[in-house]
C-alpha cells in the first residue's frame, strides 16, 4: 500500500511507482470519479488538436475516410489520366 498526504490545495502526489506503471508524466490529466469504493483517479490522455485540422476528426469527414478506405480494399477505384476525366 502506498500513501499520499492531501496538501493545503487538495493537492496529492501518485507515487513514483505508479506513475512508472501507468506511463504518467507531468502535464497528464486525470479523470476523478467519486465512487462507492472511494476516490478513483483514471488516467485521461489529451489529444490537442490544431484547429486548422480538426475538421478531420468529425464524424462527417471520418465516415467519408471509412468509405474511401473500404472502396480501396475492393478494388472500386480506378486512375486517372488527367483532372478532365474528373467532370
Known amino acids: 500500500m502506498t500513501l499520499s498526504k492531501i496538501t493545503r490545495n487538495g493537492q496529492i502526489t501518485i507515487p513514483k511507482i505508479i506513475r512508472e506503471k501507468l506511463h504518467l508524466e507531468e502535464?497528464?490529466?486525470v479523470d476523478v470519479?467519486?465512487?462507492q469504493e472511494g476516490i478513483l483517479l483514471r488516467p485521461k490522455k489529451m489529444m490537442l488538436l490544431d484547429p486548422d485540422q480538426a475538421y478531420?476528426?468529425?464524424e462527417e469527414w471520418q465516415e467519408?475516410?471509412?468509405r474511401a478506405d473500404e472502396d480501396l480494399q475492393k478494388g472500386r477505384v480506378h486512375p486517372l489520366d488527367s483532372l478532365d476525366e474528373i467532370g
Open 27 to 29: 502535464g497528464d490529466y
Open 33 to 35: 470519479i467519486d465512487s
Open 56 to 58: 478531420y476528426w468529425t
Open 64 to 66: 467519408r475516410e471509412r
